[in-house]
């Protein structure tokens, strides 16, 4: 496909002038982008900046208003992300687009335009197989999605893209549900499809030590604008910061100490099974009091999702106790929860921390359902 005729180096995909507007809003204005074969080309920029809006029109989803992109030298005009897998850009997306319920192969191969009518799941399960030896990848392609940790996640999006022919990757922000031992092997991965000629295009919010190690440019976006392209060679955390946010930054690190206060929440020997009915609590205890921020570390999988399910209320607690200012409240609903005072954000924001239909309104009074003070026989009241 693509790269048969081109050379590590060579220009791959190439972006001359895109302008794309929004109401209100020019969500890129007048870019200049280019990715190489072989090339890990990180892009920057601030929340809204307009990242996720070029990655789109690169992969066809969105139609410039202005501008043209040029695949090995050729011009194009993407109708959909149809015409764009087909030439070889793949596009992982920044919230997760798989099926719960499917498992981990037909995940994969759902929807790929040349699947056909009859299902081979040997044959593809041989070529997947292939793709995750060559870059490191390990999944279990017979388990469910909703049983996959975020990493592994990942791992099957960006297979879903690789399995479609993708040369060109592009990832938005790949790292940012990812734990620091996960984002190892996203980034050994990643280096192992750059030395076999991918061209990959990582776009990162804020973590500038990935983009310092693994890229070999950099572009910065700002308000809509390309304010930068460097090679990272020339890159310190300080320029890029000082690019990103247009002034220059003072990096803070001094703390209060805070006093410890009253204990508001303690775990007695908790233990609770996994959906896959392992034991992935095992008679765990501590305490929190007011002033703390208490950090829980581990490799995913290891039990955190499910200790913050049972402190939520969402997961039930096989033995072992909770107490909020010492009320038991193990047996508690997780509706019960939050009104003495438990908030709790998923590691899923989208999937099941919002509904992305709902307007913000809609979204933030979601709880109250039962008080008067925004509720009356059931209908919100919006003022
Ligand atoms: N579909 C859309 N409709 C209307 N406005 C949009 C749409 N998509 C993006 N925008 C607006 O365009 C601007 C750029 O958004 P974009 O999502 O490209 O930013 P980003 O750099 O990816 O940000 P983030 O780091 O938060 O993902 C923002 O002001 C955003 O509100
Ligand atoms: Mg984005």
Redesign the pocket.
Known sequence: MLLDDLKRGDVVLEARGITKR??G?V??NKIDFEIKAGEIHAIL??????????M?VLFGQ?RPDEGEIFVGGTRVDFKSPLDAIELGIGMVH?HRKLIPAHSVIENIILGHPKAGRILNLKRASQEIDYLCDKYGFTVDLKAKVWQLSEGEKQAVEILKALYRGAEVLIM??PTSALTPLETEKLLTSIEAMSQNNLAIVP?I?HKLPIVLRISDRVTV?RR?EVVSCISTEMATEKSLTEELVGRDVIFRTERKVVERGEEILRVENLSALSDKDFQALNSVSFSISEGEIFGIAGVSGNGQRELVEVLAGLREAESGKVFLYDTDITSESSSKRWQLGIGYIPADRIGVGSIADFSLVDNTTLNYYFDDDYYHRGTLDHK
Not at 45 to 54: I, R, S
């Open positions: 929004f109401p809003v969500a890129n920029g601030e929340n809204g900046a307009g990242k996720t809006t070029l789109k969105y920044q938005d922000e776009f919010t976006l809509g």
